[in-house]
């Protein structure tokens, strides 16, 4: 196929403006679009940023000039455009761009194509959806082009779809394509030991094929869907291999991307940053953006899901953007249930990052297959711009926390993940915590003593699977007493030995379910402080919250290391969508009592969500 972009790029290159670094952020404050056909839309919204903006559908003029006037629209509206790449979906395109396709299919142990599962439904001259691979030569250059069309005009970003490309085969019985296996070979060459080599019987990796290898053991595709981390010979050594590469193609595709733009791009991909898989890449990311499941299920109770990957994030430095899981958006299309939607809206601000405005959402169940929600700007549009309208109660906000919780990269690695459960026991007992990050090799984060330092006490989930420095460091901070150990049993943390160490900083009293969530800007002693208050007691039955009235935050000087507040204020999204004053609504004034070392605040009412300040 010819590439026609020259033309294109140049121009951007020689018009093309390189942004403040501030600008290739994530602010707190930010309203996020996956991407919307018409400027009203991003205008009702207050929208600041297309995350998952696309690219060309061709390499034809007609195409080019249709996207670079949606990039334009946005930057009309002073937003930020992130065009994307798809390293997946777009198996139809592969199929016109490189006639030799087939020897760019990732295959299973038994040497079957590998198909996308949720693209069942689809077919494109007479083929499946093919899972191509992203360690082939020809997909490459396919990927390469999509970037180079993405990057036909000056954007801000660049996202990827799918970016795990295949080290995702992984469930399905891949990726052992003749590409895949030259490649491993070479990783072992450079990271394996001999001796270890040898001990598994293998005398030269000159002609060393790792399927073969499996299969002369006996080894089927379903005994290497189910044991090859736990099991198999080189099992881990083999799925290493595939997420370093994917992490590596991520890093080349970004470099590529910038090279054409001529300046330094935001990159996200389509993740939820919730398990070891995910977060090798995050060291490399502006932002995750992708699909975090928020359990939207028959039994209408609101789920804490998302927060483990907010908290997660928030370790890790970077944001999460994020909209619901096909299937929540699925089940919220059938059920029409907009309601628990704003819940999740608030939830995900409160504590410090976005879901994506919902305007048209990708739903999927097996028996639908891909089908999509669409909903009203009345629906939702008033909660965002009440977030634009207060952006200074969002923007430079942090966790504030005297607990930690232990997330071991190790422990995920084998599927020891009692740690999530610790996260939602302590959201929802009101007990400010953030996750320190203990890595290993697939995640270049130590936990340190001085890290530690900031806490007086960490929870941990057994087994923490650590050794060596970061052991040490662990057992250290246990010989002082401020270990306290998640449960699992009794599916909860020792509350008693947690409270001896950390007397309980923040209570709700007089109201059930209301989840108090405080934040401070870091560095900033005299700067005012706020407390998100959600109110969790949603009624599926009236698809919306049962409001809480006459109850009071009780605050411990210790939660914001200082009480000389004079002056509280309850922001919170107006209930309704008004035209002509979008997001609008009152603060209300709040009665605020401090005596010795807590704080009283009173609050009259809740409905959906509540902001409150305190000013020194
Ligand atoms: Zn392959």
Not at 6 to 31: F, N, P, Q
Not at 118 to 137: E, I, M, R, V
Not at 275 to 289: D, R, V
Not at 589 to 614: F, N, Q
Request: charged residues 25%; hydrophobic residues 40%; proline residues 5%.
């Amino acid at each position: 196929m010819k590439v026609t972009l020259t033309a294109a790029v140049l121009l951007c290159l020689t018009t093309g403006t390189a942004l403040a670094a501030e600008a290739r952020t994530i602010k707190k404050s930010d309203v996020v679009f996956m991407g919307a056909k018409t400027a009203d839309i991003y205008k009702v919204y207050g929208a600041t940023l297309v995350s998952w903006g696309g690219r060309p559908w061709g390499d034809n003029e007609k195409a080019i000039k249709s996207f670079e006037e949606r990039v334009r629209t946005a930057h009309e509206l002073g937003m930020r455009y992130c065009a994307g790449a798809a390293f997946r979906t777009a198996f139809a395109k592969m199929i016109d761009f490189d006639e030799n396709f087939m020897d760019s299919v990732c295959r299973r142990l038994d040497g079957e194509p590998i198909l996308v599962p949720w693209l069942w439904d689809h077919q494109h001259k007479g083929h499946p959806a093919y899972w191509f691979c992203t360690n082939s030569p020809g997909y490459r250059r396919y990927l390469k082009f999509q970037v180079k069309l993405a990057m036909c005009t000056d954007v801000e970003g660049l996202h990827i779809d799918d970016y795990n490309g295949t080290a995702g085969t992984e469930w399905r019985g891949g990726c052992f394509c003749k590409h895949c296996m030259a490649a491993f070979r070479e990783y072992l060459r450079e990271n394996v030991p001999r001796k270890k080599l040898k001990e598994y019987g293998i005398k030269s990796l000159d002609d060393f094929d790792y399927g073969k290898f499996l299969k002369a053991q006996g080894v089927t595709v379903d005994d290497y869907r189910r044991k090859v981390e736990r099991t198999l010979p080189l099992g881990r050594e083999f799925i290493t291999f595939q997420y370093r590469s994917a992490t590596a193609w991520v890093r080349e595709i970004r470099k590529y991307a910038e090279s054409l733009v001529g300046h330094p791009l935001m990159l996200s991909v389509n993740s939820s940053g919730s398990n070891h898989k995910a977060l090798m890449i995050a060291p490399y990311l502006t932002f995750f953006s992708g699909e975090v499941h928020h359990g939207a299920e028959p039994d209408g109770r609101l789920k804490p899901y998302p927060i483990w990957s907010f908290k997660l994030a928030d370790a890790l430095g970077i944001a999460q953007v994020c909209t619901g899981s096909g299937g929540d958006w699925a089940y919220i299309a059938e059920h029409k249930k907009p309601g628990l939607v704003r819940t999740w809206i608030a939830q995900d601000y409160a504590f410090g990052h976005q879901l994506m405005a919902p305007h048209r959402q990708w739903a999927y169940t097996k028996t639908k297959g891909t089908h999509w929600y669409q909903s009203q700007p009345e629906d939702y549009a008033h909660i965002y711009r009440f977030v634009r309208r207060n952006a200074d109660l969002f923007d430079g906000y942090e966790a504030v926390a005297k607990v930690a919780l232990l997330y071991s990269n190790a422990a995920f690695r084998v599927y020891k993940r009692d740690a999530q459960k610790a996260c939602y026991w302590l959201a929802e007992h009101n007990i400010p915590f953030h996750l320190v990050i203990a890595g290993d090799d697939w995640l270049d984060v130590k936990l340190t003593a001085d890290k530690l330092s900031a806490y007086d006490a960490l929870v941990v989930a057994p087994p923490d699977m650590l050794d060596g420095e970061q052991k040490k460091v662990l057992d250290d901070f246990a010989a002082k007493g401020k270990v306290v150990l998640y449960d699992a049993k009794k599916k909860c943390v020792d509350e008693e030995k947690l409270f001896s160490l950390v007397p309980r900083q923040i209570a709700v009293e007089g109201a059930d379910g209301v989840m108090a969530v405080p934040r401070a800007i870091p560095g900033m002693a005299d700067a005012p402080v706020v407390i998100h208050l959600l109110n969790r007691n949603y009624d599926p039955t009236k698809d919306a919250v049962t409001p809480q009235r006459d109850f009071k935050v009780v605050i411990r000087k210790s939660l914001f290391g200082r009480l000389n507040f004079k002056k509280a204020t309850l922001y919170a999204p107006p209930q309704k969508f008004d035209p002509d004053n979008v997001g609008a609504s009152e603060p209300v004034p709040l009665k605020l009592e401090v005596r010795g070392d807590s704080a009283t605040i009173t609050i009259p009412s809740l409905h959906l969500w509540g902001i409150i300040e305190l000013e020194g």
